[in-house]
């Protein structure tokens, strides 16, 4: 299962064929630039004996997810069309909120997230264990998603958009982003067990995630930045 196609699909797609791994899931949150860029870059695309299933719970009914990576790789922005791609795809347009099943009876479970242009928030269950992937969404001061709260319930990891900080968030209402500090906060309510922060400001410096982890960990030991090349075990 593959969480977004922002610039991270590239090695992981050069690792999933080193590994002869021949299929997998793709579950877009939504299709702003920073979460679809790097499709295009994803080798496994090109192999003849690769499946890939595309998820997208967002863009119906004026959009499908085929036709927005379809747009993103057209000339003059990429000299190869969606058409010329050589591994089986099937796109798949779903409304969030909806339920389905995965690969080797993965439970997904789906959730709107309020978002410009709308974003979905998955959450997954494998033998007990659950993974919450969501982002990018924006919270209200003081007023928790009660709903978001019950949808991440007692999971084992949460992935969360922590684009801003509790500082910086007001001059950044609208933007559609939350704070590490809100993570904390609806995981700590939600009972999860573990937050990745995640989602970093682009221009976040190394030694500015370093200090927010530092805070982060202080206010709660669940809580880790995220990190490129990363690998838990729940
Ligand atoms: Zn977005
Ligand atoms: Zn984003």
């Known amino acids: 299962m593959i969480f977004d196609?922002?610039?991270g699909i590239r090695p992981l797609g050069d690792w999933l064929l080193s590994e002869n791994y021949r299929q997998a899931d793709l579950l877009c949150s939504h299709a702003h630039l920073d979460h679809i860029l790097g499709f295009p870059f994803f080798a496994p695309v090109y192999q003849d004996n690769f499946f890939l299933k595309v998820?997208?719970?967002n863009l119906l009914p004026e959009h499908t997810i085929r036709e927005i990576l379809s747009a993103q790789m057209s000339p003059p922005?990429?000299?190869?069309?969606?058409?010329q791609l050589k591994a089986n795809i099937n796109f798949t347009d779903f409304q969030a909120g909806q339920e389905f099943v995965i690969g080797d009876n993965i439970?997904?479970?789906t959730q709107a997230l309020p978002h410009p242009d709308r974003a979905t928030a998955y959450r997954l269950t494998?033998?007990?264990r659950s993974i919450c992937y969501v982002t990018d969404t924006e919270h209200k001061i003081?007023?928790?998603n009660l709903n978001l709260v019950e949808f991440i319930h007692d999971a084992d990891l949460l992935i969360y958009d922590c684009t801003y900080n509790d500082e910086n968030?007001?001059?950044h209402i609208g933007w559609g982003h939350s704070t590490w500090q809100e993570g904390v906060r609806l995981a700590q309510a939600a009972n999860t067990k573990q937050l990745a922060i995640y989602h970093h400001d682009p221009s976040s410096k190394d030694s500015m995630l370093d200090d927010i982890q530092k805070q982060a960990s202080k206010q709660w030991s669940g809580a880790f930045v995220a990190r490129e090349g990363q690998s838990l075990k729940l």
């Open 169 to 171: 968030f007001p001059a």
């Open 126 to 128: 494998f033998r007990g």
């Open 77 to 83: 922005t990429f000299p190869i069309t969606l058409n």
């Open 107 to 109: 439970n997904v479970k």
């Open 55 to 57: 998820h997208c719970g």
């Open 5 to 7: 196609s922002g610039t």
């Open 142 to 144: 003081n007023d928790m």
